[in-house]
Structures are given as structure tokens and as C-alpha cells.
């Protein structure tokens, strides 16, 4: 039974996007597989790990009766990508086996049934459904996912908060040491919807959205939520729990400003970074009337010091931070200068775009 008759490129291109969150280790055998069902001229294709669900389906030539599978995602994915650019696959099933053929090369793969392929339940009804422009949302979500927690044993810190209302749209990222805040205007549909979206779609996301107006739809319900947009449908567990207060956590009061060239600190903090230890990333800011000096040093007594000059004429704050949460800000932040608000030696420091107010992240200090 013919299931795929289509140019090599094109079927990469929609295996790609499916095939991504499939793990190669799994306590299922057939989650290591992606489902293909043909319905009259179009093949769907979809992916699980059980807690996300990506679909997309492709255009594969004549009708014919409907035929459905699953096969081995990267298996798949990685004799298509060896295959000439150019070349015309065809895709049968033959039993068991799905014959793969592209000139003289023939592949035949185990299958296994579609039966057992677990699809995720919708809910009955979706609370809520908003559209955005698919390039604010990759925006929002490129601005945070830095800061999100990994394998946290608070659960809640290991995504991003959405927050959308009638006037906004924003997201926010914390690990408990740093957050990212950031937010852009936007008619999300009367109330107000806050959900925790998992790291790893967040991730799927900034992958998969694309820079561009057209349009994403969020359906929302109690724990799930589903992102569509261009020919794919992204079905995600949303995380539970109560996400930390983070206006409270974003400074009001700090005094003190210092804006610089983010290139020139940017490559200050990397010179001195080479002198941290593995384990303990620490440096010491030290900014004065006029300067800003960058200490580092490690166990081995050595010694990274650099001064920058700087417009700054308050007292002299001596503090230390994880180069690393540093770095991260600076390389995802595109204007040419940042601003740092600071307090004392004590308090945490924001980071702001002096010529945007839609974004803004705070960092912990650190004891050096």
C-alpha cells in the first residue's frame, strides 16, 4: 500500500519538525516512533513524549485508501537526510515493513501498529483562545527562556509564565537566582489567563514559530494548552503549581544607574572568565567614580583585572555575581547599550535597555 510518493526535501522539512522531541530512550517502544496516516492526498505526521504532541501533516501526491503507522522517527529522518538533494522518495507498506525508495536505494523498516500510538486527550472544551503574531510570541519567549530552571525540584520554575490580558502580553523566566521579564503589547481577549508553559516547549516553540505576522491561535484549559500555527499543531501539559510573585522581585528603589556598551562588557566579562573557576563563576564588580573594574580569580591565585571607563559619578559599589548570568543577559539582548541599576554590595541588579522598556532582568548578588 503506497503511503508517501514525494521530493526527499520536502518530506525532510515536515519530519524535521515533528521528530525533534522524540527521544530515543523510552519506557514505550512506540514513542520512539513517529505516527504517519494518510487520508485521501495528505499524510499526517505526529510525535509524542507523552507530555507534548506535535502535529503537521504534508502533501503526498494521489488519493487512495487510508493507510496508517508508525516507524522509528530518526531512523527515518536520517536515511531520508542521506539521500540526494534532489532526489523523488516513494514510501510503501508491505506487512510489518515500510519500503523506503529513492533511485536504486531501498530501505525496509519495522513498524509498529497506530493502535498503539498514545494520541493526547483534548479536553471537551478549550477555556479560553487568543491569537497573536507568531514572531511576538518567538520574541517574548527568545527574551526569557534563558533564565528558565532545569530539573528543578520546584517544578514550577522549570518553564515560562505566560501572563495575557486584554492589553499584554508577557513572560517570565526564573532558577531562583535570576529572573527575566519581558512583555509586549498585544489584544489577548477580555480577562486575564496565567499559565506556566514547560521548558521543553518553550523551546519547541522558539524553534518552531516563525519571525513573521502570521498568526498563532493559544486554546487554553486547566492543564493543557494548544499553539496553531502555519501547518502544525502543538498540544503541551501545562506545569502546575503557583509561580513565585515577580513583580516583588523586580527592583523599584535601587539609585544608582551606570549604562555601557554592551559589546565592550560583553568582552570584558569574557576575558575574565577564562580566570573563574569551573565550579565557583564568580566575579567581583567593583564601579566607581568614572570606572567600572572586573575582577576574577581562582584557586590557583590567578588574576583577571579589567577597567572600563564609565559615565558614573555615585558611590563606590563593590559586588559580586556569576559571570555566567551576566553573559547569558548580554548575548540575548541586541541594543547597543544596557543599563545596570544598583543598590549596594548586597542587593540584586537590574538590567534594563535604556531605549526599550519592555524588558528587564535581575540577577542575584554573589559572595566572592
Not at 265 to 283: E, N, V, W
Not at 327 to 354: H, I, M, R, W, Y
Request: aromatic share 6%; hydrophobic share 40%; proline share 4%.
Amino acid at each position: 500500500m503506497e503511503l508517501i510518493q514525494s521530493s526527499r526535501d520536502a518530506l525532510v522539512r515536515k519530519l524535521q519538525i515533528v521528530s525533534n522531541i522524540v527521544e530515543r530512550r523510552n519506557t514505550l517502544p512506540v514513542l520512539a516512533n513517529i505516527l504517519l496516516k494518510k487520508t485521501g492526498g495528505l499524510v499526517t505526521m505526529v510525535s509524542s513524549d507523552i507530555e507534548m504532541q506535535i502535529q503537521t501533516t504534508a502533501e503526498v501526491g494521489s488519493g487512495g485508501e487510508e493507510v496508517a503507522t508508525t516507524v522509528a522517527a530518526r531512523k527515518f529522518l536520517d536515511i531520508l537526510r542521506s539521500l540526494p538533494d534532489d532526489s523523488d522518495v516513494s514510501v510503501k507498506l508491505d506487512g510489518k515493513k515500510m519500503a523506503v525508495q529513492a533511485r536504486k536505494s531501498r530501505f525496509a523498516l519495522q513498524t509498529l501498529p497506530a493502535e498503539d500510538f498514545p494520541l493526547v486527550q483534548e479536553p471537551k472544551e478549550w477555556v479560553s483562545q487568543i491569537t497573536l503574531p507568531q514572531k511576538m510570541l518567538k520574541n517574548l519567549l527568545g527574551m526569557v527562556h534563558f533564565a528558565m530552571a532545569q530539573q528543578d525540584l520546584r517544578y514550577y520554575l522549570n518553564g515560562v509564565l505566560l501572563v495575557i490580558d486584554a492589553s499584554h502580553v508577557r513572560a517570565v523566566a526564573t532558577d531562583g537566582h535570576r529572573l527575566a521579564y519581558a512583555e509586549a503589547d498585544g489584544k489577548g481577549g477580555p480577562g486575564k489567563n496565567e499559565v506556566i508553559v514547560p521548558r521543553k516547549t518553550v523551546l519547541e516553540l522558539s524553534r518552531l514559530l516563525a519571525d513573521s505576522d502570521d498568526p498563532v491561535t493559544i486554546d487554553l484549559a486547566t492543564n493543557q494548552a494548544k499553539f496553531t500555527f502555519s501547518d502544525i499543531t502543538l498540544i503541551t501539559k501545562l506545569v502546575e503549581g503557583k509561580f513565585p510573585d515577580y513583580q516583588r522581585v523586580i527592583p523599584k528603589t535601587h539609585q544608582h544607574h551606570v549604562v555601557i556598551s554592551r559589546d565592550v562588557l560583553l568582552s570584558a566579562l569574557q576575558r575574565a572568565s577564562i580566570l573563574t573557576s569551573d565550579k565557583f563563576r564568580g566575579i567581583r564588580w567593583v564601579l566607581a567614580a568614572g570606572s567600572l573594574t572586573i575582577v576574577a580569580n581562582n584557586s590557583d591565585q590567578e588574576e583577571a583585572r579589567d577597567e572600563l571607563e564609565v559615565e558614573y559619578q555615585g558611590p563606590e559599589i563593590d559586588v559580586g555575581f556569576n559571570v555566567n548570568y551576566l553573559v547569558d543577559v548580554l548575548n540575548n539582548l541586541k541594543s547597543e547599550t544596557v543599563c545596570f541599576t544598583l543598590q549596594d554590595g548586597n542587593s540584586s541588579a537590574l538590567v534594563t535597555n535604556p531605549s526599550k522598556d519592555d524588558f528587564k532582568y535581575v540577577v542575584m548578588p554573589m559572595r566572592i
